[in-house]
Nanobody, 125 residues
């Protein structure tokens, strides 16, 4: 299984970006995918997760710092997850990593089975 993240870039504060993470190789009927980020000089932190089962999203969760601004979603027919980021703040700057796991709890703890390469998000003030 490979995860390919894309969509990062430079944006001014208040702007928006949409990240995507495409998984290749899986045949997952029920799985969790999510996003972490790592700011310069800081530890990697959880951002958002969703879990699907039988083709429907059954669970979503967000870090408090992004609630109301970020939305995680999944393409219905593919293993591609998006992170819509609105009202971006300079503190959202960092490398964003996507991950996948059979357990949303393990994913939130940073113990996912699969990780993608990071995509850099820079928010200028």
């Amino acid at each position: 299984v490979q995860l390919q993240a894309s969509g990062g870039g430079l944006v001014q504060a208040g702007g928006s970006l949409r990240l995507s993470c495409a998984a290749s190789g899986p045949t997952w009927g029920s799985y969790a995918m999510g996003w972490f980020r790592q700011a310069p000089g800081k530890e990697r932190e959880f951002v958002a997760v969703l879990r699907w089962s039988g083709g429907s999203v059954v669970y979503e969760n967000y870090a408090e710092s992004v609630k109301g601004r970020f939305t995680i979603s999944k393409d219905r027919s593919t293993y591609t997850v998006h992170l819509q980021m609105n009202n971006l703040k300079p503190e959202d700057t960092g490398i964003y990593y996507c991950s996948a796991s059979p357990s949303s709890n393990l994913l939130r703890q940073g113990k996912a089975d699969h990780w993608g390469q990071g995509t850099l998000v820079t928010v200028s003030s």
